[in-house]
């Protein structure tokens, strides 16, 4: 292994320590209460040594979205693949592949949520921002497919796929928020499953040919 290689590889080392102790923070505190003072010290750096990483908190913060964004792209690409499957199956197939992805983190994907609707955007560097728009836009690319071939097959109404996918993707949001807040005020109200269960099987006879 030569020199910059080893360099590269701390480097991202040391990154992703950040990472892991921004997420426990974050958890802990709340984004807004949380400083880079108490990220640093939890990942046992100096604030310093933070800042050649993230320019700042909002970045930081912003960061912790393209693990899951990755892994929903993952998900979505397994079932555009699935080819022998009924229309109802696809249904079942994309919500059972966005509630994994909201299993996978369910603190960083609302954290995303929020993200895409408030103004921290506007405070990314610009290669930060690319890699979150590319990520986002091709998950809704992969959905508009799923729904456009389907289309194509006449599995599902001949509707824009890309008006569908984003049909597709504000029920799931909007059902995870509404379900969450109920949650943080009684914790035995936790109806996700159920209630994206009933929410797609609705979506499903709408699309149905």
Sequence with gaps: MGIQERKQRERERRRQQIIVAAKRVFSEKGFSKSTM?????????????????FKNKDELYASLSLRILQYLNIRLEDVKKETDTTPPQKIVAIKEALYDVYQFDPMILINMFHLQSSETLQNLSSPLLEDI?????????????IFEDGSGR????????????DIVWSL????????????MIDGDKNFLKETLDVAFDIFARGVAK
């Design 37 to 53: 003072e108490d990220i640093a010290r939890e990942a046992e750096l100096s604030p310093g040594t933070l800042y050649l990483y």
């Design 133 to 145: 728009t590319e990520l986002s836009r091709n998950s809704l690319n992969l959905l508009a497919e």
């Design 154 to 165: 006449k599995d599902f109404i001949d509707k824009n796929p890309a008006s569908v996918a």
């Design 172 to 183: 799931f949001t909007g059902v995870v928020l509404w379900e969450e807040s109920k949650r």
